[in-house]
């Protein structure tokens, strides 16, 4: 589905982005994966896209440090000669009750969750508006759509991101740019596995498919929205949470 295609991929060394990463790969397409410092997948992944005719390349940089950060995707962009698709996978959480949560703790989240999206997205943008072509795909959340208590400052930045989705997306489209959405539900990653037992059952309670989802369950998405079989969709939010926003 994504033959002959270049994407680049952040927060791409665990959980959800790499079995992106993966999906894509095994798809076909050259994906260049972006985290934070030197990652142990880098090799699994090498050799994956070895295996499937292809090939992926690890770069890293902050995505707190927005100079840092333009930097390395300006390399990427000129080595990769330019992207089909870009996945703003990359996000924390830092959370805690409005009345008591640090500033710190407020900015980091914004400037990782929301404006490194903006970064990242204005350099492959522009390149992308250039060559008439390409599809952006920012990972949202539910609690972007609805809100979480202990998390203002993940949920403002996921809401942010999706208010940010659906401009990028009416500013690009006449130049042939799509730009969409995920919303993940409760997805079983490193996360969601650092929330306690009482409240990880509640979510599920909440299922009406009555389980969590998997990494796999999101990547599926994106494939979807990076290949031609989106072509007349954009500034959408998908919603790929077992019903639980419903």
């Known amino acids: 589905m994504l033959k002959n295609k270049k994407a680049l991929v952040t927060g791409s060394s665990r959980g959800i982005g ?4 993966e ?5 076909g397409a050259e994906v260049w994966g ?43 962009l000129s080595e990769s ?31 990782i969750n929301l404006t490194a999206v903006f970064v990242v997205s204005q350099i492959v943008s ?6 008439k072509s390409g599809s952006i795909i920012n990972m949202t959340s539910i609690v972007g759509l609805h ?46 596995k650092a929330v306690n037992e009482k409240a990880r059952e509640g979510w599920l309670q909440m299922i009406p498919l009555k389980r969590a989802g998997q990494p796999e369950d999101i990547a599926n998405a994106a494939l979807f929205l990076a290949s031609d079989m989106s072509t007349y969709i954009t500034a959408q939010v998908l919603g ?6 419903a």
Not at 47 to 61: D, M, P
Not at 87 to 107: C, H, P, Y
Not at 126 to 131: A, L, P, Q, V
Request: proline residues 1%; contains cysteine.
């Open 147 to 192: 809100g979480g208590a202990g998390q203002v400052n993940y949920s403002a930045s996921k809401a942010g991101l999706i208010g940010y989705t659906k401009s990028l997306a009416k500013e690009v489209a006449a130049r042939g740019v799509r730009v969409n959405a995920i919303a993940p539900g409760y997805v079983e990653t490193d996360m969601t």
């Open 34 to 76: 972006l985290c934070s410092r030197p990652s142990d997948a880098r090799g699994e992944l090498e050799a994956l896209a070895a295996e499937k005719g292809t090939a992926f390349h690890e770069i890293c940089a902050d995505c707190a440090d927005a100079a840092a950060l333009s930097e390395t995707v300006k390399a990427a």
């Open 240 to 245: 790929v949470d077992g019903g639980m926003g």
């Open 81 to 111: 000669g330019g992207f089909d698709v870009l996945v703003n996978n990359a996000g924390i959480t830092k959370d805690g009750l409005s009345f008591r949560m640090k500033l710190e703790d407020w900015q980091k989240v914004l400037d």
């Open 18 to 21: 790499r079995k992106i990463v």
């Open 23 to 27: 999906l894509f790969i095994a798809n």
């Open 126 to 131: 522009n390149d992308m508006i250039h060559r």
